[in-house]
Structures are given as structure tokens and as C-alpha cells.
């Protein structure tokens, strides 16, 4: 593991606040000048042209030697590569561009062919999603949902505690940051009318939550068990699971969401790797009532990433509306995994598996809207002088996060969404 600072310098200029030094080195797709889709890696604001370095032989003795993984349209066959061959490449892209090595920077006549601005680049999805399961996995997040909608006194439905919720969402209409979603139609039911009505909705949302992506295969009727389930785990992405509050309150019952989930969800252009992540494990809340033994997993599960969520307005400045922490989710990575194998589920790599809302234990830690407004009791203002409760059209939300100790900080950039009007037919 690199810690010391002084081995995790770079030639390349990178800012101390970077979300990128040396040691994160996520794994993207960019359009490169000239419209080669190719597949990228950053370090500072330097975008690195991974097929360059292989095609000049600065990949040799590692799994992605002289082939074409780079080159693809998708980041699918290189992760389906595994956790550890994968890994070999991260590590050998830190070598090459830590301040001791020379094997690159004395070429300066590749460097015009391997480096880029990230100016002069189009992130697009990094990985072609096969299956995509949302849980729901904050405490706090589904406290909250039970208190606004159910009994106060009985927040939590009696299996919540006991397994990690989540329902299996649409893979198609998962997008990368940038891309603008048009606000939904459907149906809504409201206190004025008997019968529900058509209609834009009135109840646009943002769901703070992070990702993972699976690099290994199981076939039908395996299982994951719950301490070997991070090495079928590649890496994460931010996640905006944006919703449409007034629909899904109409449709949820009894099979849960629907239209009011899949007109959009949204992610970081890079994948941060579990192996960048590891400097900044902790441990997740402690699990009352006791778990049933496939779920309970030994160390560090959880890790410590500050989140926060941004509302721009047209023509405004952003207004932070949520400071949080993936730390806060009582269900981990791991026990997702192993919950969601633990009947005989098969899984490819590159499918996708976001957390759920995260929310912490205050107002400001809350991840979405409805909890932040309390189902829009409490219309937040900003700093243009309007005030919100949902989502108006045009207004941007933007999503970050970065993990920091004395030694490091690494960080996933921003996802970032326009809200667009509904096409109305």
C-alpha cells in the first residue's frame, strides 16, 4: 500500500487537492481529440491514453500485453479480467509515472500520443451495464422514508434489519454525468381527485448514493460468500438515483419502484477501485438484532467517503444542500453481495449495485430532497433567493466525493444532472 508521500509523487503536475494523485488511478472511457474512443486513466487534470501505452510496449509482463482491451468501445473485458490481474495495471501505471521512474518521461517525443488535457477530452459510460440492483441500505434514509409514510413508532419494516433491501432496477437508462434527464410523465395520484391523473411530475428528487461494479462470473445456483465477496468487487462510481417522489408514492405498492426510478440514473465518468480505496476502511454501525450467519462479515466493510450534494440553479451559483458519508450504511458492500447471490443469482462482471440513499443522523446529512425538505414541510433557500422543495426544470444537481487521511485524498470527480422539461406529447 503507498502511503508515505514521498512515494506518491508524480512528474505529472497534479494539485495538492486533486481528486486524482498518483495513487488513485480510476479507470474511465474517453473521446480523444479526433474522436478515438479509447480507454483513459487520470492523474491531476492529465488524461492517459491506456492503448498508447500498451501499443509501445509499457504493459509488458501484465494480463492487457498486446491486446486490444483498450481500444474497445467499454471498459467490460478489461474488468472482467479480474480484481487482481486488473490491479496489476494500476499499479504499473503508478510505477510509471512516479517521480523515480524514466522509462516515460524521457520519451517526450510519445508523450504528445499518451497524455492529455482533460479539456481536450468527452468522458462516455465507462462499462456497458449488464444487471442493476438499487438497495437500500442507510438506517437513517429508511427511517425517515418509514416516519414521513408509515408509523413514526415503526420506521422500520420488521425485515430491515435482517437483510439488505433492494429491488432489481433498468440497466438501459443508467447514463454518465453530463447527460441531462427529462423531467418524467406518469401517473399521480393527489388529495384533490379521486382517480389518479397524468402528468409531468411535481416531485423530482436526487438520491445521493455510491455504486459498485462486479469483475468476476458466478453461474446459476453459486453463491458469494460474504468474506470472499470483494474479490468479485471492481470498483465504485457516485450515483444519482433520481426519482420522481409523486409517482413512486402511487405505483410502490405492492411490487415497489417502477417509472418513478427508471427514466434515469446517473454516474461518475471514473471508476475508483476498491485497491485505491483501501487506506480509508472503518468499521459500520453496529448490527442489532444479530445477522443470520451467510451475512456477517469480519473487519473493515465500510469506508470513509465525505459526500455532498450541490442545487444549480439556471443562471445561479451552486447551493450545498447535503454534507454526508458512505461510513453511515449499515448494510456493506459485502453483505449486498452475498445477499444478493445467496439464493443462486448469477452475476457478470460489470453489473451494478448502487446503495440506496445515504443519509446520516442530522437534516444536514440528509441525501435526498424529500428528507431534507421532510416531504416538503421545510422548502430550503438558496442563494439567488428561491427557495425548493423538488427539483424545478433546468436546475443542475452535482454530486461529489473524496476520501482524505494525513497522507492522501482520493476522489471520484462529480456527477452532474440537468434537469430538462418533460416532453409533453
Not at 34 to 39: K, L, S
Not at 130 to 152: I, L, Q
Amino acid at each position: 500500500m503507498i502511503q508515505n508521500k514521498n512515494l506518491n509523487k508524480s512528474w505529472l503536475t497534479v494539485s495538492e487537492t486533486s481528486d486524482f494523485p498518483l495513487y488513485n488511478i480510476p479507470f474511465g472511457m474517453s473521446v480523444l481529440p479526433g474522436g478515438r474512443i479509447r480507454a483513459t486513466s487520470r492523474i491531476g487534470d492529465n488524461i492517459i491514453d491506456l492503448d498508447a501505452l500498451n501499443q509501445h510496449g509499457f504493459f509488458k509482463n501484465t494480463a492487457v500485453d498486446t491486446t486490444d482491451y483498450f481500444k474497445q468501445k467499454d471498459l467490460n473485458s478489461f474488468i472482467s479480467l479480474g480484481r487482481k490481474k486488473a490491479g496489476e495495471v494500476r499499479l504499473r501505471i503508478i510505477e510509471l509515472f512516479s517521480t523515480e521512474n524514466n522509462e516515460l518521461k524521457t520519451q517526450s517525443s510519445l508523450l504528445t500520443e499518451i497524455i492529455y488535457q482533460i479539456n481536450e477530452v468527452t468522458m462516455i459510460m465507462p462499462v456497458k451495464v449488464g444487471d442493476y440492483t438499487d438497495f437500500y441500505s442507510s438506517m437513517e434514509h429508511a427511517t425517515n422514508v418509514g416516519k414521513m409514510f408509515r408509523d413514526p413508532a415503526n420506521a422500520l419494516l420488521p425485515n430491515w434489519k435482517h437483510l439488505p433491501v433492494g429491488y432489481h432496477g433498468r440497466a438501459s437508462s443508467i447514463v454518465v454525468s453530463g447527460t441531462p434527464l427529462h423531467r418524467p410523465n406518469g401517473q399521480i395520484k393527489t388529495e384533490e381527485n379521486p382517480n389518479p391523473i397524468f402528468s409531468p411530475t411535481k416531485e423530482m428528487d436526487f438520491e445521493l448514493e455510491i455504486a459498485f461494479i462486479t469483475c468476476q462470473k458466478t453461474e446459476l445456483g453459486e453463491t458469494i460468500a460474504v468474506n470472499k465477496a470483494e474479490d468479485y468487487i471492481f470498483g465504485m462510481v457516485l450515483f444519482n438515483d433520481m426519482s420522481a417522489r409523486d409517482i413512486q408514492r402511487w405505483e410502490y405498492v405492492p411490487l415497489g419502484p417502477f417509472l418513478s426510478k427508471s427514466f434515469g440514473s446517473v454516474i461518475s465518468p471514473w471508476i475508483v477501485t476498491l485497491d485505491a480505496l483501501e487506506p480509508f476502511r472503518t468499521e459500520g454501525p453496529i448490527q442489532i438484532p444479530e445477522v443470520l450467519p451467510y451475512l456477517k462479515s469480519n473487519g473493515k466493510k465500510n469506508f470513509d467517503i465525505q459526500l455532498e450534494a450541490s442545487i444549480m440553479p439556471a443562471n445561479s451559483t451552486e447551493n450545498t444542500v447535503c454534507k454526508t458519508n458512505f461510513k453511515f450504511m449499515y448494510w456493506n458492500i459485502c453483505q449486498q453481495l452475498a445477499h444478493q447471490t445467496i439464493n443462486g443469482c448469477n452475476i457478470n462482471p460489470c453489473d451494478m449495485y448502487a446503495s440506496g440513499t445515504i443519509s446520516g443522523p442530522d437534516t444536514g446529512s440528509f441525501g435526498s430532497l424529500l428528507e431534507i425538505t421532510w416531504k416538503g414541510q421545510n422548502p430550503i433557500l438558496l442563494d439567488n433567493g428561491d427557495s425548493r422543495v423538488f427539483l424545478e426544470d433546468h436546475d443542475t444537481v452535482i454530486i461529489r466525493g473524496f476520501a482524505a487521511n494525513e497522507n492522501m485524498r482520493i476522489g471520484f470527480g462529480e456527477v452532474s444532472t440537468k434537469v430538462l422539461p418533460a416532453i409533453i406529447s
